[in-house]
């Protein structure tokens, strides 16, 4: 099993930045791809960007494409979401998910609120 840790949420004002990490512990090496999740109430989770371990394959939503960049850091088996250019929409819990050869891991996850 895959143990996930995020942080770097916290309060920011429009057009500010913001960086999550994301730290998995346990059986990291069955991990395939990190991606981050985001939900406000009353929504469905919704996929912001992924990552694939072995290449750095990355995909993202429309909403966040050249604004948000995620990058991974393999030998200390962490995940980052770089957020830029921040809007109020943007404000959600983010989650980090890691998809493994034995199923799909999540972390607590982090506030991200963007207001001024």
């Known amino acids: 099993q895959v143990q996930l840790v995020e942080s770097g949420g916290g309060l920011v004002q429009p057009g500010g930045s913001l960086r999550l990490s994301c730290s998995a512990s346990g059986f990291t090496s069955t991990i395939a791809a990190m991606s981050w999740y985001r939900q406000t109430p009353g929504k469905e989770r919704e996929l912001v960007a992924s990552i694939t371990v072995a290449v750095g394959s990355t995909t993202y939503r429309d909403s966040v494409k050249g604004r948000f960049t995620i990058s991974r850091d393999n030998p200390n088996n962490a995940v980052y979401l770089q957020m830029n250019s921040l809007k109020a929409d943007d404000t959600a819990m983010y989650y980090c998910?890691?998809?493994?050869?034995?199923?799909?891991?999540w972390g607590q996850g982090t506030q991200v609120t963007v207001s001024s």
């Open positions: 998910r890691a998809l493994t050869a034995r199923g799909v891991s």
